[in-house]
T-cell receptor
Framework: LAKTTQPISMDSYEGQEVNITCSHN???????ITWYQQFPSQGPRFIIQ???TKVTNEVASLFIPADRKSSTLSLPRVSLSDTAVYYC??????????FGAGTRLFVKA | GAVVSQHPSRVICKSGTSVKIECRSL??????MFWYRQFPKQSLMLMAT?????????EQGVEKDKFLINHASLTLSTLTVTSAHPEDSSFYIC??????????????FGPGTRLTVL
């Protein structure tokens, strides 16, 4: 199972772009990179998933370099409601995955 | 996206009693579901892999006789905490992926169940 490493916490202000980088040096060929958001007392919520290069959806972008040993979640113009814990997971769907510590993002007014 | 539900959302029980938590995939079938436990301010810890029609696979350190898992159908897995004690108080979360293994589909998580043992 690929291990992930993320910053423990980050602070930002409303309206700023936030980039959270995750390293996963032993990612396997078939693994996908998935990011989740978790609010207190709720289950993790899917944000975005990618395999390589760049993926964008309505809430975030995911940048993955060619070697896939890291990935960066980009949240454009964060708001107070984006204060949460963000987890980077390296997964192969249907198989178990191990959560790292995640990154606590605190957005200030 | 796919929806995973859990019931109950929160439960309070007395020490020594057993509690059953249900995890359902509402709009897809899941041959495999996963159970996690999360303590305050900590990350999710994988407890076991629930396999439809077969025995669950438990992570190291998780007592299989205390945390009984039954994957009765392709849409339902249950976790029973037997003889619960205050140290079992935690947030229990399940997840599932549509399709079989392997799949490019992501894991979807339930809303969690808050268990408090008095």
């Amino acid at each position: 199972l690929a291990k992930t490493t993320q910053p423990i916490s980050m602070d930002s202000y409303e309206g700023q772009e936030v980039n959270i980088t995750c390293s996963h040096n032993n990612i396997a060929t078939n693994d996908y990179i998935t990011w989740y958001q978790q609010f207190p007392s709720q289950g993790p919520r899917f944000i975005i998933q990618g395999y390589k290069t760049k993926v964008t959806n309505e809430v975030a972008s995911l940048f993955i370099p060619a070697d896939r040993k890291s990935s960066t979640l980009s949240l454009p113009r964060v708001s107070l409601s984006d204060t949460a814990v963000y987890y980077c997971l390296v997964v192969l769907g249907g198989f178990k995955t191990i959560f790292g510590a995640g990154t606590r993002l605190f957005v200030k007014a | 996206g796919a929806v995973v539900s859990q019931h109950p959302s929160r439960v309070i029980c007395k020490s020594g009693t057993s509690v059953k938590i249900e995890c359902r995939s509402l709009d897809f079938q899941a041959t495999t579901m996963f159970w996690y436990r999360q303590f305050p301010k900590q990350s999710l810890m994988l407890m076991a892999t629930s396999n439809e029609g077969s025995k669950a696979t438990y992570e190291q350190g998780v007592e299989k006789d205390k945390f009984l898992i039954n994957h009765a159908s392709l849409t339902l897995s249950t976790l029973t905490v037997t003889s619960a004690h205050p140290e079992d108080s935690s947030f229990y979360i399940c997840s599932a992926s549509p399709g079989g293994q392997p799949t490019t589909d992501t894991q979807y998580f339930g809303p969690g169940t808050r268990l408090t043992v008095l």
